[in-house]
């Protein structure tokens, strides 16, 4: 579904391109429809936002509106993850409008940098992400926790 690192443009709107491969994917599966949302787990420096198929977006809702009531952390996780979700439909141009709250968020200047992750994408600022990948590989031992995985 979504695989591959992209880099795009933001325009003086705030439109977004979306990869050709995923716009065709998008236009498929949900007739371009999509959620995107703020990285709820994301820690300082990594901050990014998430977008899910709506199809994909509707079971994580299930899931998510399955969590305790009275579980404060869940509360919480819920009002940021579900709160801050915009549902957005792909333009004629294959482009979306990121609203200027989830720029924020994300502090999005104008390179942007698509990240595939299987069922969904994240969308970086550019910068952040060569930042980040750089102290990820920097740091590859701590992929040891991950045990056995094989690929």
């Known amino acids: 579904m979504f695989r591959g690192t992209h880099r795009h443009s933001l325009d003086s709107k705030g439109r977004m391109n979306v990869p050709a491969r995923f716009r065709d994917w998008l236009s498929a599966h949900c007739d371009g429809q999509l959620i995107i949302t703020i990285d709820a787990q994301s820690r300082e ?12 977006w509707e079971k994580v809702e299930r899931r998510i509106a ?40 994300a502090e999005l200047d104008k390179e942007l940098v698509l990240v595939g992750q299987i069922d969904k994408f994240e969308i970086w600022d550019a910068a952040r992400w060569d930042i980040c990948q750089e102290n990820w590989l920097a740091n590859a031992d701590s992929f040891a926790s991950l045990g056995d995985l094989v690929l």
Request: hydrophobic letters at 35%; aromatic letters at 8%; charged letters at 25%.
């Open 45 to 56: 420096g990594e901050r990014c936002l998430v977008a899910y198929p709506l199809p994909t």
């Open 66 to 105: 399955e969590l305790p009531s009275n579980n404060t952390a869940a509360r919480q996780f819920q009002r940021l993850f579900v709160g801050q979700s915009e549902e957005l439909r792909l333009d004629a141009q294959g482009r979306v409008l990121l609203s200027p709250n989830l720029r924020k968020f």
